[in-house]
């Protein structure tokens, strides 16, 4: 069992030295202390983000209101501002047009490149083809699209116009991107007839047809090639109820000089969503302005990203990881888009993919860590790579040793935050060391405390993840709130004017940090509280179990059962001397009361599309609420493995 805590990695003095972080600093006039230049970013917020619109000379008139006014949750930024984030995506395409943007794969092995002269004509065709179809400021263009250049190119057309961007994935259901989309009435939909994943072609033209017709609010369709669909007819029929449908070639046909509509800093961006595992989404919306600073902030300083870059990070367009990844252009790096498995035809598709293509930065969820990890993975032709990221779940100090076993000389940053503010609360940094399981430092601008039960911050103690200080990219509203009650309900209810984000964290006294999972998916043992990452660190040891969940069915002043499932890896059996093994690692690892009731065997566990554990909605189906209520089924990339979990009856 690794040591959480044990040192891994250091950077050498060249790595600080040439770090963008370190020029940064220098520029500022200050010395190389991270930890004090975050306290700064916190307790000067107005002068530290002030200084990353001038450090990276933002495309955009300044203004002169106020950096920020208003308390949390109704705190107004750059005042008088106004800036649109294409324009500052594409600046460098006039004067380097041929510099490489992107770089697109698939998992068959096609392949793609963009220039960033190609990316900007593109954009600007269509850019002419939305406008000629009468989107403008504030029209919302919805998506449901792969991963695929198209993607990049209609996104960049939209928020240049000013028009509000969203996505969802062609692997969610109809009723889940129904449920996103109605909401924010959307005037055009762009789609694919079909997608490719892990060696299978899924016809989604049935999908787009069902969803379309419940958008009333349509003026356009656009059918958009997906790689293995058949080229479109020139004629498309008409959708009926007046909504003209054309394909992809038409929305491009025309040339037009390629212009961005300058928008105030709050202007709505996209539009994202929450997981929606339960309930309608919430249709969160970030601005321009917020995006820009963050983005740039976070992929130069904490990710050291800069011109000379090929970035990648696994996702598709329903993450809000895409969305992050292809802010990889406001640094000027070259972006790799890629649509398929990660695992497709062998787990180490993703390390393959980021050989070939010299990629400096590699970014993934912790799941696909572990699975490499598990598959006893020695990733090579990596030359290139200096960076490798982690998110989406908590990823255990055995993962942390194993990138560093595998790839020494690679820094490996684990990173914590949401689709909430699009961005990491606490990540890593270029001047800092990695130690195992632990997350080297909160985010500059970010004011990360952990508040105990009475609301008060503490150090070395689990407690509840909370921002006491605003952030620029945190949502401008959600949509379709006017009074913003839904927004105020979701993060201000338990500490007023404290953002509480729903994880549970432990800040050490170096300013790093450990997440420890959802704080609402708690395991309360005899009164000992504890996430469920320390759980999953314990059982996923051992190679005989592929995935696990644990759940705590205990409710308000009644202890429940501790429910454990597991899911095996190939050719294991769950046998009675593996769960005495079990029983005695978990009762020596953390407590005897957290030795569970029953260890119980499933084919899967359930998983949102974006790869999060669905603990609260099964805990929800334990105590009797029917699956199809506990969980949105089309939120799910495996909604079938739900009727595993069943109480059983008497």
């Known amino acids: 069992m690794v040591e959480e805590g044990a040192l891994l ?116 065709r269509v850019r002419a083809g939305l406008a000629a179809l009468g989107v403008g400021r504030g029209d919302r263009v919805a998506a449901y699209l792969p991963n695929i250049p198209e993607t990049l190119v209609a996104f960049l057309a939209t928020a240049s116009l000013g028009a509000i961007w969203s996505s969802c994935s062609p692997d969610f259901g109809a009723p889940s991107v129904i449920d996103r989309f109605t909401q924010i009435e959307p005037k055009v939909l762009l789609a694919v007839d079909g997608y490719d994943y892990n060696g299978r072609h899924y016809d989604r033209g049935a999908v787009v047809e069902d969803i379309a017709a419940r958008l009333p609010t349509l003026v356009a369709r656009v059918r958009v090639p997906s790689t293995s669909t058949p080229a479109p007819p020139d004629d498309l029929p008409e959708a009926g109820s007046g909504t003209r449908t054309l394909d992809w070639a038409a929305l491009r046909a025309d040339t037009a000089p390629l212009a961005f509509e300058p928008v105030p800093f709050g202007h709505p961006l996209w539009i994202v969503y929450s997981s929606g595992t339960t309930g309608l989404p919430k249709p969160i919306v970030h601005g321009h302005g917020g995006v820009v600073l963050e983005h740039l902030k976070a992929l130069s300083f904490h990710q050291d990203l800069g011109e000379d870059d090929v970035f990648f990070w696994y996702t598709t367009t329903g993450w809000m990881m895409w969305n992050y990844l292809i802010g990889g252009l406001l640094v000027g790096s070259t972006v790799v888009l890629y649509d398929g498995s990660a695992t497709h035809p062998g787990t180490d598709a993703l390390w393959r993919l980021a050989a070939e293509e010299g990629v400096t930065y590699f970014g993934t969820g912790a799941p696909y860590m572990i699975a490499s990890m598990k598959a006893g993975l020695r990733p090579s032709g990596l030359d290139r790579l200096r960076g490798l990221g982690s998110t989406g779940s908590p990823l255990p100090p055995e993962g942390f040793a194993w990138v560093h076993d595998a790839l020494p000389e690679v820094q490996l940053g684990s990173f914590s935050g949401g689709t909430d503010v699009c961005t990491g609360f606490v990540g890593a940094v270029p001047l800092l060391p990695v130690r195992a399981g632990v997350i080297p430092c909160r985010c500059l601008g970010a004011r990360v405390e952990s508040f105990d039960p009475s609301g008060k911050p503490v150090v070395g103690e689990v407690g509840e993840l909370v921002l006491t200080l605003p952030m620029p990219s945190m949502p401008v509203m959600f949509w379709n709130d006017p009074d913003g009650s839904r927004y105020r309900d979701s993060y201000f209810s338990e500490y007023p004017g404290v953002w509480r984000h729903g994880d549970w964290i432990k800040v050490l006294p170096d300013g790093g940090c450990v997440i420890y999972g959802r704080s609402d998916s708690t395991l309360n043992r005899g009164g000992v509280r504890m996430g469920t990452s320390e759980f999953y660190r314990v059982v996923e040891r051992f190679e005989e179990i592929a995935d696990s969940l644990v759940i705590d069915t205990g409710q308000l002043g009644q202890e429940g059962r501790l429910l454990l499932y597991v899911t095996m890896t190939e050719g294991a059996v769950l046998s009675d001397e593996l769960v005495l093994r079990l029983r005695r690692e978990l009762k020596e690892a953390l407590s005897p009361r957290h030795v569970p009731n029953e260890i119980v065997e499933v084919p899967g566990i359930p998983r949102t599309l974006s790869g999060k554990k669905l603990e609260v909605p099964v805990r929800k189906i334990l105590l009797g609420v029917p699956p199809e209520k506990a969980a949105n089924l089309d939120a799910m990339a495996n909604p079938e493995v739900l009727s595993h979990f069943l109480p059983s009856e008497g």
């Open 9 to 124: 990695w250091e950077p050498s003095p060249e790595v600080v030295k040439n770090a963008r972080i370190t020029r940064y600093m220098r520029w500022l006039g200050r010395s190389a202390d991270y930890e004090a230049l975050w306290l700064w970013s916190v307790e000067a917020p107005a002068e530290f983000w002030t200084s990353i619109w001038d450090y990276f000379k933002v495309v955009g008139e300044r203004g002169h209101g106020p950096v920020l006014s208003g308390e949390m949750p109704g705190t107004e930024w750059f005042g008088g501002s106004t800036l649109n984030y294409a324009a500052n995506a594409l600046r460098r395409a006039a004067t380097e047009p041929e510099r490489l943007a992107v770089i697109f794969r698939d998992e068959a092995g096609g392949r793609r490149e963009l220039t960033l002269g190609e990316l900007a004509e593109e954009v600007a």
